[in-house]
């Protein structure tokens, strides 16, 4: 049973999702790849309701004998309250949950009590790793979540990697195309969507070099003989091989990787014939036989049993286990071509890779690995030290200087750092460098926040006012953005939001925040896009607001610019350096992949106000802000830098505060720039590093080639998200 959904009255459409309906038919259908009968396998293409989609599923189910495989392709979303995954329809719209299919009402409609032996479900949409070993969307955050999940989530599935592994209720085999807080891409230009693309590869090509499994040895005087009535094993592809090449290309085009999860060794059986295999030996000179005394042929397997595998299996035991009479037999026709494949994220690489890596609290910029520990990142930015000097640190032996998330400059050398933790903290800060060596933070002095009017608090932005006696905090809880005093931490009023920004936003809201240099101008960003503005091609369309008034005094909303992000990444901070011109941190984190951090330069000059556009989608390009790329931090040198988990480079965390510094460096090689300071959010996580970065940054210039009207420059495998 083969679904997708390509055509969204509210959603984008995926062309590759009609694609890959088409491919994958032709594939399993393929003689010399599954070899199932065409009338065996169903395509369900834009289901127009619930029903449409489920009811063809039950009837297959009641036709099915042996091996039942449901593969859905779409848009897909979490909503934290229901706690699930959710498949789309072509008319779901965004923020409304009864326009989706939830996930756990497909699997329902598998039944568990009848035949089919083994049901196989393959899901390639956002977020759909969510549904593997018990993870729910509860436990992750977000309602309509562009951000499936929180970085100390993480952790949590660390710790409950291998819970549920004995049940998957009624399903053997479970494959998702991305991890758990992760977006499926649709690749622009390409033909299939990102997984079902390389999927569709290994079918059609084969993977060479799969060794035939050992056969065991007759005892003597024994005379058993081998099954032949099928090619022999080397000559097929498990769903195991097919999952770790398909796994391995993804992690090549560093695109998001496939989870799976299985029961009683279904993974390792034969699945479909290995089109790069050499041809299989003659019967004679192989010296096998079938039992009906025909040999099995190559491209044509003979008889076999209606079960698909050895009695040893079915029992429960893993193929080939010792005990068993015979090698295992290759799955009936019916079922060798049922099945399909799907991406699995790296459950099994989280399994050992998680494990904390313990990173004492001291200067890490002496190099380990041969590399400098400081140099050029960009023609513009250039990396002075990082430091995990706080890492661990519990300031006067009481309170963990943790979950910092905004930076502000009290000085050249001294900074706040906002904790989002609850109270609601500020740490003052001693970078011990004024930009010109790499840091050495340390903690001098601690202000707890007394925010008013109850509720949850949950400050991310930070801007410290003019003349330094008091700070506005934006917080995601509300949202809101409050006004403290320094001296005693009391909050002493707010600044009043748009309503969209109240009405439309999700819990991903109020992330950054900034003020010009001569304190007119304060600008809000949001993390995620109100649910009226949703995504683009992957990216999504955001809303920066100004607001204008005086420092310690009133601020009114002003103007609302659109901005949208990069392709899979979130807006976390932003810094202005002039009026309407910003540097914007844009971040994320892939489970198995880790961390992305990048830089990039805003102009809102010519964007247009969007105070009053109900949604972005239908705005053209030339609306949104100007941007480019000063730096993506992957690219800055890596020596000396512990990770506590898998990063492209060890030297990326969860950076969450940013802020600028006003006086240019007087020395050193990067006399003239400016410097920058970075903060990373540990989510109070033994998996992730409380790090601050100094960096030198020139300022004065945009982005030539890579400024663009609202992409924001090149790169590589940018995609529309396929969920």
Not at 182 to 210: D, N, Q
Not at 576 to 592: C, P, S
Not at 684 to 710: D, F, K
Request: proline share 8%; charged share 20%.
């Amino acid at each position: 049973m083969i679904i997708g959904v390509d055509r969204y009255a509210n959603l984008p459409p995926l062309p590759g999702v009609r694609n890959n309906l088409k491919a994958l038919k032709a594939a399993l259908t393929d003689r010399t790849i599954g070899g199932m009968p065409r009338k065996n396998c169903r395509i369900v293409s834009n289901p127009r309701t619930i029903t449409g989609a489920l009811k063809p599923i039950e009837e297959t189910v009641r036709a099915a004998r042996d091996t039942l495989i449901v593969y859905y392709a779409g848009h897909g979303f979490l909503d934290s309250r229901q706690e699930g995954l959710y498949l789309t329809l072509p008319g779901t719209e965004p923020g409304k949950v009864h326009s989706g299919i939830p996930y756990t009402w497909l699997r329902s409609a598998l039944g568990t009590r009848t035949p089919p032996k083994r049901r196989i479900i393959i899901l390639d949409c956002c977020y759909s790793g969510s549904v593997i070993k018990g993870m729910s969307a509860g436990t992750m955050g977000g309602t309509m979540s562009t951000v499936a999940a929180t970085q100390q989530a993480s952790s949590r599935l660390g710790e409950a990697l291998f819970e549920g592994m004995d049940s998957l209720e009624g399903v053997s085999y479970l494959l998702t195309s991305t991890p758990w807080n992760v977006e499926a891409l649709a690749p622009e230009g390409e033909e299939h969507t990102a997984f079902t693309g390389e999927f569709l590869r290994v079918l059609r090509e084969g993977v060479p070099g799969t060794a035939p499994a050992p056969s065991p040895t007759p005892a003597p005087g024994s005379t058993a003989t081998t099954t032949a009535t099928t090619p022999p094993p080397h000559d097929h592809l498990s769903l195991e091989v097919i999952y770790r090449e398909v796994r391995r290309a993804l992690r090549e085009k560093n695109r998001p990787l496939p989870q799976q999860q299985a029961q009683n060794g279904i993974e390792k059986l034969p699945f479909v014939r290995n089109r790069a295999a050499r041809p299989a030996p003659p019967a004679d000179q192989a010296g096998q036989t079938g039992e009906t005394g025909r040999p099995g042929r190559p491209g044509q397997p003979g008889p076999a049993s209606s079960g698909g595998a050895t009695a040893g299996a079915r029992a429960g035991g893993a193929p080939g286990a010792p005990g068993t009479a015979h090698n295992p037999a290759p799955l009936a026709p019916e079922a060798v071509r049922s099945r399909k494949v799907r991406r699995r994220a790296l459950a099994s690489v989280l399994c050992v890779a998680v494990v904390a890596i313990a990173v004492p609290a001291a200067v890490w910029w002496q190099s380990r690995d041969g590399e400098p520990s400081s140099g050029a990142c960009s023609a513009d930015v250039a990396l002075i030290g990082h430091s995990d000097a706080l890492n661990g640190v519990e300031y006067e032996g009481a309170v963990p200087v943790d979950g910092l998330s905004g930076l502000a400059l009290s000085g050249p050398s001294r900074a706040w750092a906002l904790a989002d933790n609850a109270p609601g903290r500020l740490f003052d800060l001693d970078l011990g460098t004024s930009g010109v060596a790499p840091p050495a933070a340390r903690a001098v002095h601690l202000r707890t926040l007394r925010p008013t009017g109850g509720g949850r608090f949950d400050g991310e932005g930070l801007v410290l006012e003019k003349g330094g006696r008091t700070v506005l905090v934006a917080s995601e809880a509300g949202p809101s953005i409050r006004r403290f005093r320094l001296s005693d931490g009391a909050e002493t009023g707010r600044v009043e939001l748009p309503r969209n920004l109240v009405e439309w936003a999700g819990p991903e809201n109020l992330e950054a925040l900034g003020a010009s240099p001569d304190g007119r101008y304060l600008y809000a960003g949001m993390e995620a896009p109100l649910f009226h503005d949703g995504k683009a091609r992957g990216r999504s369309l955001l809303r920066i607001q100004r607001f204008k008034g005086t420092p310690g005094g009133a601020y009114v909303p002003d103007k609302q610019f659109a901005y949208q992000s990069a392709a899979g990444l979130r807006v976390s901070e932003l810094v202005a350096t002039g009026d309407d011109r910003l540097l914007v941190l844009e971040t994320n984190h892939a489970e198995g992949q880790g961390n992305a951090v990048r830089v990039f330069g805003a102009d809102l000059s010519r964007a247009k106000d969007v105070s009053r556009v109900a949604s972005l989608q239908s705005e053209p390009v030339d609306a949104f802000a100007k941007k480019w790329e000063p730096v993506d931090l992957v690219t800055c040198p890596r020596g000396g830098a512990a990770a506590a988990q898998p990063q492209s480079n060890p030297l990326l965390e969860n950076a969450e505060g940013m802020a600028l510094g006003t006086v240019p460096l007087a020395s050193g090689p990067y006399k003239g720039r400016l410097p920058l300071f970075i903060v990373s959010d540990n989510n109070n996580s033994p998996h992730q590093i409380t790090r601050v970065y100094a960096l030198a940054i020139r300022t004065g210039r945009t982005g030539t080639g890579a400024e663009a009207g609202a992409g924001g420059g090149t790169q590589a495998g940018v995609g529309t998200e396929a969920g």
